[in-house]
């Protein structure tokens, strides 16, 4: 079983669980890291804020799932995780949530000379994103030009009041 597909199973069998217990499933990941297959699920609250028990319930009930569906061959790790303060921005709606922030982007192909923009999201429709960048001004982009994006938190600022209860992993070998 190739990848995408993969992939593209443990979403269809991951998303309605999260959507159950009020979660957003951000983005499905699999691939090798340091010699072991890696099934990773970003996840969070609409509203931000998930929780260890959350994922650790999401964790336990996937796992189950995803064994008696055989959707992942052969030993993998599974990891249920937020997708932390530089979240990824993969949809036309993760786009729209960051109207304000600073992103950074990648495109798959150069715009203007570059690929990579870091700037604030000033418009997102779902066929394209507007930036601005200091450095290269106001740039429209198509979604489907985008390689790679996340919210790029900006450090030097002060940031507002956290979530008690967040975060970052929470592992579950499966075998």
């Given amino acids: 079983m190739d990848?995408?597909?993969?992939?593209q199973r443990v979403w269809e069998l991951a998303e309605p669980l999260a959507l159950a217990g009020g979660l957003e499933l951000v983005d499905v990941q699999y691939r090798p890291e340091g010699g072991r297959i890696?099934?990773?699920l970003l996840l969070d609250r609409p509203e931000g804020g998930v929780?260890?028990?959350e994922l650790t319930r999401v964790s336990r009930e996937l796992g189950d799932l995803l064994d008696a569906h055989d959707a992942v061959?052969?030993?993998y790790q599974l990891e249920c995780s937020s997708p932390g303060i530089n979240r990824p921005l993969l949809r036309a709606a993760h786009f729209h949530r960051a109207l304000g922030e600073r992103v950074w982007v990648q495109t798959r192909a150069p715009i203007g000379g570059r690929r990579r923009?870091?700037?604030t999201l000033e418009a997102a429709t779902a066929e394209e994103i507007t930036l601005h960048d200091p450095d290269a001004g106001r740039v429209a982009i198509a979604l489907g030009a985008i390689e790679k994006a996340h919210v790029d938190h900006d450090f030097s600022r002060p940031a507002g009041p956290p979530?008690?209860?967040s975060v970052r992993e929470a592992p579950c070998s499966r075998t």
């Fill in 73 to 75: 061959p052969g030993r």
């Fill in 51 to 53: 929780t260890l028990d």
């Fill in 38 to 40: 890696v099934v990773r």
């Fill in 3 to 7: 990848r995408s597909a993969v992939t």
């Fill in 117 to 119: 923009f870091r700037g």
């Fill in 163 to 165: 979530h008690a209860h």
